[in-house]
């Protein structure tokens, strides 16, 4: 599986709400960060992401990909609050799997 392959697979795992995908794609040792909380365990972050809010239409905006890692731009309404959030995620790949995400997202604004 390709670096591109394995970080679509992984961010599509989330849009399916398919747990057991997403946390095949990640590493035992993973590191997943966004400022202000970081799991190092990739159970725990597999078990948070499926409490997480309830999100409307999401929209890819832009991806770059390398040999070791990418990147995904994209936007969607957090369904919890209204508002449109903005997020990108920098990825890590070694030996097949996600060992490292760097997440940063901003509100857009309200939807309506």
Same mark, same amino acid.
């Not at 597999?46 to 390398?66: H, K, N, Q, S």
């Given at each position: ?16 709400? @398919?747990?057991?995908? %997403? ?8 590191? &997943?960060?966004?400022? !202000?909380?970081? +799991?190092? $365990?990739?159970? @725990?972050?597999?078990? %948070? ?8 239409? &999401?929209?890819?905006? !832009?991806?770059? +990909?390398? $040999? ?45």
């Amino acid at each position: 599986m390709t670096t591109d392959d394995l970080i679509t697979r992984y961010w599509r795992s989330w849009q399916d709400q @398919d747990w057991t995908v %997403m946390r095949e794609c990640l590493a035992d040792s993973v590191r &997943i960060t966004d400022g !202000r909380s970081q +799991f190092t $365990d990739p159970d @725990d972050f597999v078990t %948070m992401a499926g409490r997480g809010p309830e999100w409307g239409e &999401i929209r890819m905006l !832009r991806t770059e +990909f390398g $040999d070791d890692g990418g990147a995904i731009l994209y936007e969607g309404e957090n369904r919890s609050d209204g508002l449109l959030v903005r997020t990108a995620e920098f990825y890590r790949v070694e030996e097949g799997r996600i060992t490292e995400i760097e997440i940063t997202w901003s509100p857009a604004g309200e939807l309506g």
